[in-house]
């Protein structure tokens, strides 16, 4: 097998009208399984979908077989891969007809039989169609040719020309499936799973009454709000007369400059971004300005930059646009609502869904009352400040400790268990997307000018608070690697010093990612848990990490109720423990277990 690959992407939208550039999370998506399936470096293409309209698709579905054979290169050598990524999870399934099934087989047989150095992954839906057939007649059974069918439920089987029958290659994997949904998903969703909530003090626009309790932040999902204001952005300069310019302001939000500047230089418009404050110039002085900003809060700001522009002499749409409106504002099922200004009628016209930012009176906010100013959304602090910390350990009752280090019946001596803890699922299902956040500012600042959170390899138990907070992490960062999680049964052994079990699991799921990342240098690990008790858990996964070579950077627990140690492994290995918060002594113990060097 090669040990360099590149990746074709044809991504078939079966019923849409138009092309579209594939996304960088799909492009990783497809990059992370060529890697699985083949080894080796793996690089990808930037590509445009495929699309057949619904009439396309009565009248000429052959163009299907055109467009995945065009521009495909021969491979350079044995040293380079070609691999040809065939998607059609975009496309409706009952669109997927049995002659549309029929071309995409022949197209593949054609793509394998004109150059051997080629191999192709389809990913499709767990259907029964003539793809198979159809590959199958087109290379003929004399012929040593085969495809790998990826289905949507994470199985994976190996289509051969000279065998009737499909080899199973892979088993199902829920894992996979969750990830392709969220990939699949409508637009206004991913874009809601990539928003951040911040959780803090923050002043409330101009208003000296208010504050708030959180701020939104909309930094990592610059691509999908640059689609949704493309759309709107359009619609306008369809009906617009007079020459458009989009006129942008922010003031907390430097993403917003990104957004304009990818829709401007897509539709042709200029962009212009308006300060605060001071003369609107180095700006047109006749024409449409369309105004785009990144919330709506008061309302003062909107007002005063209508009053500016106009001044200047351009004309103001009467849609404004706004990324983050307040549901307060828009009324239910409503994404506009109307604000008079200049003795004009506007509509602010909101992007995401609506955001609730919970305003309060600042005479009856509990952190203002104790002194607390608000602060500004920029500026954030490794760590969750303790007012945060309590307000979520608080907001619902706590559980009985149910899983952890020790034997789930007790039998074994281990650790003894909180009697309560934390209802951490519901808590990550809250505001995990603000937490998980918080771990990769953390690794930010402990890395002082190391690379960026995306070579960061996340390593937790297999547990389900902490998958509810690794699904979070990737909703928003599609590109980073898999959080590798290790079942508890195989922590408990470590912890003894037994390793069979794991000897025996070192190429399958868990034991095969750890296998990987191992061969590979350009990752950093770091251990991640909910809390963090008698270091148990935490040494337990340094010691299996150590037999797959692996050294941990650092280890982070959301809390730590042992603060002050260090984990240290005989070998001399230490790791230092970065929490999010620290709680000591949380309870009355008997001594604390000494960890592996005789150290309490
Ligand atoms: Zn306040």
């Known amino acids: 097998m090669p040990e360099r690959w590149r990746v074709f992407p044809k991504a078939i939208r079966l019923g849409r ?12 998506f497809y990059r992370r399984l060529v890697g699985d399936i083949y080894r080796g470096d793996v690089t990808v293409e930037p590509s445009q979908t495929i699309y057949l309209s619904m009439s396309q698709l009565r009248t000429s579905a052959r163009q299907v077989f055109d467009r995945l054979i065009a521009d495909v290169p021969r491979s350079m050598g044995p040293d380079e891969g070609i691999a040809v990524l065939v998607d059609v999870t975009e496309s409706p399934p009952e669109l997927i007809s049995e002659p549309v099934a029929a071309h995409v087989g022949e197209a593949i047989g054609t793509l394998l039989l004109t150059d051997p150095g ?37 199985s994976r089987v190996r289509v051969s020309a000279d065998q009737a029958e499909d080899q199973p290659i892979h088993p199902s994997d ?37 504050c708030t309790r959180y701020f939104f932040d909309a930094s990592y999902a610059v691509q ?8 709107l952005v359009l619609e306008e300069k369809r009906s617009s007369t007079a020459p458009l310019v989009i006129m942008s302001h922010q003031t907390h939000s430097p993403w917003l400059t990104e957004v304009a500047t990818e829709v401007a230089q897509r539709l042709g418009i200029p962009h212009f971004g308006l300060p605060t404050e001071g003369d609107v110039e180095n700006v047109p002085n006749s024409g449409d300005a369309l105004l785009l900003l990144d919330v709506v809060n008061t309302g003062n700001t909107t007002k005063a930059l209508i009053k500016r522009v106009r001044q200047r002499g351009l004309n103001v749409r009467q849609t404004i646009l706004a990324v983050f409106v307040d549901r307060e504002r828009l009324g239910t099922g409503q994404n506009s609502y109307k604000m008079v200004a200049e003795n004009s009628t506007y509509w602010i016209r909101s992007i995401a869904n609506p955001i609730e930012r919970l305003k309060r009176k600042r005479v009856r906010c509990e952190q203002c009352i104790l002194g607390i100013e608000p602060t500004d959304p920029r500026s954030s602090q490794p760590g969750i400040r303790s007012f945060d910390m309590w307000e979520i350990l608080l907001a619902h009752k706590w559980v009985p400790e149910r899983y952890g280090p020790g034997d789930s019946d007790n039998t074994q001596p281990g650790p003894r268990r909180f009697s309560l803890v934390p209802d951490f699922v519901r808590i990550f299902k809250e505001y995990g997307d ?21 070579e960061a390899v996340y390593v937790c138990p297999a547990e389900p608070a902490m998958d509810t907070l690794t699904d979070l992490l990737r909703a928003r960062h599609g590109a980073r690697p898999v959080p590798v999680k290790i079942p508890r049964p195989i922590l408990r052994d470590a912890e003894r010093g037994d390793f069979s079990t794991l000897e025996q699991e070192r190429d399958v799921g868990w034991g095969g990612q750890l296998s990987d990342l191992a061969k590979s240098n350009s990752y950093s690990v770091v251990l991640i848990d909910e809390f963090n008790g008698s270091n148990t858990t935490a040494l337990s996964m340094l010691k299996v990490l150590q037999r797959f070579d692996i050294t941990a950077t650092a280890y982070l627990p959301v809390i730590n109720l042992n603060p002050g140690s260090a984990l240290r492994l005989p070998s001399g290995l230490e790791v230092p423990v970065c929490p999010l918060y620290e709680i000591p002594a949380p309870r009355a113990l008997g001594p604390a277990p000494l960890d592996e060097t005789g150290n309490r």
């Open 174 to 210: 829920a894992d996979y499936t969750k990830q392709l949904q969220r990939l699949n998903q409508p637009i206004e969703d991913r874009l809601g799973g990539k928003i951040l909530r911040r959780l803090g003090h923050f002043q409330f626009g101009t208003s000296t009454e208010h």
């Open 434 to 454: 603000w937490i998980a956040f918080k771990l990769d500012e953390m690794l930010t600042t402990m890395r002082t000018g190391g690379a960026g959170v995306e």
């Open 17 to 28: 009208a138009t092309t579209e550039d594939i996304g960088p999370d799909r492009l990783a």
């Open 224 to 231: 999908e709000v640059s689609q949704l204001t493309k759309d």
């Open 118 to 154: 080629r191999q192709v992954v389809v990913m499709m839906p767990a259907l029964r169609t003539r793809l198979q057939r159809s590959f199958r007649r087109v290379v003929g059974a004399d012929r040593q040719a085969h495809m790998t069918i990826q289905y949507d439920n994470g």
